[in-house]
């Protein structure tokens, strides 16, 4: 059995019994005849590992459980246009389902298969077009009681079953996240050695897409970030057309998709490869964050154990940079870290970049459990302002690795990328 295979008979033996209706993504036109590039929907993926738009999983659990796709057809003259179509014959023995129809007849065959089933189950909500579909179809299910039958009397969000099950990888998964993992370590690493002032933050981001391309991740997982001086301490930089100076520290926050599992690394460095006294020093607040973080990520700690501990060594390294006053108590207590650091310490990483599954259950911070990935990323970022000394100015920094739980601890799948100021200025001086 496929991966694939397993996870639709997990999620069907969740849902007990109805009928479940998962669409992937649909294409997005950019202009006239030019589409956005295409990705499918994580969720249908992550059932299937079919990557074709127009197409629709169909899962009806009970006695006995049936997996069903709905594709595209084979068609010679599409084919010639726009490339290889898997087809509805092939589709069925390649991906292992039960049954494969012509997208075509979505809502013809889903008015009969949705009959008697007590439940359906679809991303409620995510779409209004497929709300109203899904309706229109249960409706014309409902015309049909004079004859005996019964439409589901309930409709479930599916993404609460699925969520909770990406959250925890499965190893073909924690493969694919190993090499997306490695190949953005080497795209980092290659970014360190390219970069030298009088560049432009795009030509370093050109080494960053040469690196994941040449390796096989034709994607990165999210538009990368290389921001130069006080470009870094806008959290969410893309622009990546500034000229990059002599003395000043530049930010990249860039990973690659693999089979499509994200990757997310940051690393920050000198431009010119040697750290000022004043960078080295918010540096080392950071890194020391950010080892606190990564060693309070194992099981049983909650969610939230590796943001509090990182708060605590930061709080401490604003106190001695004196941007902040007081203790770390009243620091966190009063939140006056928050202009130097106003982000959390990490997300769940995976099909997604900022992946699905609660961080809170039953009102509580949920426990790290083997399985689960996150990130760790601490930063300081410090805007011009009278009250802080002039060498900390447009000094910002992030720190961000990508982190597996295991039964025994962690495994950070990021380690291979150049981290403390040794490494990076040896990497930077040995090009
Ligand atoms: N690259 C997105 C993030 O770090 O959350
Ligand atoms: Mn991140
Ligand atoms: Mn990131």
Redesign the pocket.
Known sequence: MTPHAHRRARLMTAMQHGIAVIPTAPEVARNADTHYPYRFDSSFYYLTGFVEPEAVLVLIAGDAPQSILFCREKDEAREIWDGYRVGVTAAKDQFGFDATYPIAQLDEKLTELMGNLPKLFYPLGADAAWDARMLKIRSAVQAKARSGILAPDQITDVRGLLHEMRLFKDASELALMRRAAAISAQAHIRAMRFTHAGQFEYQVEAELLHEFCRHGARDP??PS?VAGGANACVLHYVENNALLRDGDLLLI???CEVGGYAS?I?RTFPVNGKFSPAQRDVYQIVLAAQAAAIAAAVPNQTWDAPHQVALRVLAQGFIDLKLCGDSVEAVIESESYKPFYM?RTG?WLGLD??DVGDYKVNGNWRNLQAGMVL?I?PGCYIRPADHIPRELWNIGI?I?DDVAITAMGNEVLTAGTPKTVVEIEAVMHNK
């Open positions: 997982a999210y970030i926050d860039a990973g997310d940051t982000h997300h970049v900022h990130t990323e992030r961000e």
